[in-house]
């Protein structure tokens, strides 16, 4: 028992110095605590962790990151890869345990079962999010990019595309 306690005390430990120097990396004051709360819930909630802590730690960022309200953009997964040093096929496994370990520990603050990670109103609000980051940043240039295909049309009279 021991053994265990010790064991699972250094894959926290690792955890937290892997989330922090992804939080250094994309300094995020409201992400950071939304990580570390996600974090220290898991370890209230298991105490047995298969694979490497790096795992997990890519998990838990995951999971706040694209299944939580408190986003982080600016985050590409190669970002992840390379911080964590894991696959995102192994990140995205191990955010979807932390998922169900915290639902069934009764921790999830969230709707699960309406916005649980793979439903219709998850993968809209997934959408709407993703929409709104592309308004707010890319309004300009999708303007630009659709005025430069259409440079050159003409659409003839009284056709729909005149209407517009």
């Known amino acids: 028992m021991q053994l265990q306690i010790n064991e699972t005390e250094s894959i926290r430990k690792e955890c937290e110095r892997l989330l922090t120097a992804f939080c250094d990396r994309f300094p995020n004051e409201e992400f950071q605590n939304e990580a570390y709360t996600w974090l220290q819930k898991l370890f209230v909630h298991c105490d047995s962790f298969s694979g490497q802590p790096a795992g997990w730690a890519g998990g838990v960022v995951y999971v706040v990151k694209e299944w939580t309200t408190c986003k982080c953009p600016e985050v590409?997964?190669?970002?992840?890869?390379?911080?964590?040093?894991?696959?995102?096929?192994?990140?995205?496994?191990?955010?979807?345990?932390?998922?169900?370990?915290?639902?069934?520990?009764?921790?999830?603050?969230?709707?699960?079962?309406?916005?649980?990670?793979?439903?219709?109103?998850?993968?809209?609000?997934?959408?709407?999010?993703?929409?709104?980051?592309?308004?707010?940043?890319?309004?300009?240039?999708?303007?630009?990019?659709?005025?430069?295909?259409?440079?050159?049309?003409?659409?003839?009279?009284?056709?729909?595309?005149?209407?517009?």
């Not at 998922?99 to 109103?121: K, S």
């Open 76 to 164: 590409l997964n190669a970002d992840m890869e390379e911080i964590f040093g894991m696959s995102m096929d192994v990140i995205r496994k191990r955010a979807y345990q932390v998922w169900e370990i915290l639902e069934a520990g009764g921790e999830m603050d969230y709707p699960t079962h309406a916005f649980r990670p793979g439903t219709r109103a998850w993968a809209l609000s997934q959408l709407i999010s993703y929409l709104k980051a592309y308004v707010a940043e890319g309004l300009d240039d999708a303007r630009e990019d659709r005025l430069a295909r259409n440079a050159g049309f003409r659409p003839a009279p009284n056709s729909a595309h005149s209407l517009i």
